[in-house]
């Protein structure tokens, strides 16, 4: 599978992937999903967000009571030139646990379902996690509607175009109310478990995150002919900005990132109008998640100010600190526990995941497997075969524990 798997949407120059929601790349990713679900027999269904599911012992929700089902699963999309195991890792390892269970002769009392969240990591649209915000009614159709990529085209023209209807979308809540348990595997964006000698961990939460827009408006000018004194250089106040939000996320011990700058006019020889950047900012508690931002803020306003720039900061996105069910996560430490020579390390995480948007609404945990480098969202993103395999053996214990009893 992962074979299979491997060179869609991969970029020959940078070895990164570009698998952007609703393009050609995204569309070999869901064949290739539907291709793994009816190889096994499962049942193929398609959700009105664009969400792919794989269903055993159920053709699909409707045939199943309130809170009985067990579903894994992650997402296949990417960021610009990311890493092969950020999403993908979850739905290969959901397969093949699905298979480890088949090999092991468990026979699972309560549906099972495989699911591939669409548009999770926002690369085109600029929001995370489309598919399961839709589902959980935490995006509503209208600002869905209202997103749109560096083109200008519209998430409804890109769906249409995909082949897909997007006056469909919305909340799904009785899909929702079937599921009992919702466990996704991810490799670890970080080195917790590499520095724990671990192979597999579980998620604790998932700290409070957002993405801000910080706009400078200033003068464009001829970069030849005008006077540094004469300057309304928007740039100069986005510089300070970016070294200001390094300097109060490392004063709070959280986390604060410009990743996405957009300039104009754009030319070598013209001093800018107008620069755009994206903030991301994440803490372990939203206290210091909003000093963190008011704190750049300040510096923002005071720079801009002093260079004679406008500033409009918005935000575009926030997701707040996610507590995974305490009572499941206990459930597959314990699990987890029957077979592990010592205590499954437990670790919180500064990565949103559809797991987190779910959380609101079912039971959700997260298994985490060892990265030895902790690059995420990079093509240097990586995994060992070991640990993998370690991670899908982990993840159909935990089936077996939540379904087949």
Excluded at 152 to 179: F, H, K, V
Excluded at 363 to 392: I, W
Aim: glycine share 12%; net charge negative; hydrophobic share 40%.
């Amino acid at each position: 599978m992962w074979q299979e798997l491997r060179p869609l949407g991969r970029n020959s120059a940078t070895g990164g992937y570009r698998r952007y929601a609703w393009t050609g790349a995204d569309a070999d990713c869901r064949a290739w999903f539907k291709a793994q679900a009816e190889a096994r027999g499962l049942a193929y269904e398609l959700d009105r967000n664009g969400n792919q599911w794989a269903w055993l012992g159920a053709t699909g929700p409707q045939d199943v009571a309130p809170g009985e089902a067990v579903v894994t699963g992650s997402h296949l999309d990417s960021v610009p030139d990311g890493g092969a195991f950020d999403g993908p890792l979850g739905v290969v390892s959901s397969f093949a646990a699905l298979d480890e269970l088949r090999r092991r002769g468990a026979d699972p009392a309560k549906p099972l379902a495989i699911v591939n969240f669409g548009d999770e990591e926002g690369a085109r649209f600029g929001l995370a996690c489309v598919g399961s915000r839709l589902t959980a009614g935490a995006l509503t159709p209208k600002a869905a509607h209202e997103l749109r990529d560096a083109d200008g085209i519209s998430l409804p023209q890109a769906m249409e175009r995909a082949g897909y209807d997007p006056d469909a979308i919305g909340p799904d809540p009785e899909r929702l109310a079937t599921i009992g348990a919702f466990v996704e595997l991810h490799v670890e964006q970080g080195r917790a478990l590499d520095l724990s000698g671990d192979p597999v961990g579980v998620a604790s939460a998932i700290w409070p995150h957002g993405r801000w827009r910080f706009d400078f408006h200033g003068e464009a000018n001829h970069a030849g002919t005008t006077r540094l004194e004469d300057r309304r250089d928007p740039m100069l106040s986005y510089a300070a900005t970016v070294l200001a939000a390094r300097e109060q996320a490392r004063l709070a011990g959280a986390l604060a990132t410009f990743g996405k700058i957009s300039v104009e006019p754009n030319g070598v020889n013209a001093i800018p109008s107008l620069v755009r950047g994206w903030l991301d900012s994440r803490a372990a508690d939203q206290d210091t998640l909003d000093t963190v931002v008011h704190g750049i803020e300040q510096a923002a306003a005071e720079r801009a100010a002093r260079d004679g720039v406008d500033l409009t900061v918005v935000r575009e996105s926030f997701t707040p600190v996610v507590e995974f069910a305490h009572a499941l996560r206990d459930e597959l430490g314990s699990i987890l526990g029957k077979t592990a020579e010592r205590p499954v390390p437990v670790l919180g995480t500064g990565a949103g995941h559809d797991a987190g948007i779910l959380s609101g609404t079912v039971p959700t945990a997260m298994l985490f497997v060892r990265n030895p480098t902790g690059v995420s969202h990079s093509p240097a993103e990586a995994a060992e075969e070991d640990d993998c395999t370690a991670g899908v053996l982990a993840l159909a214990d935990v089936l077996e524990g939540l379904a087949c009893r």
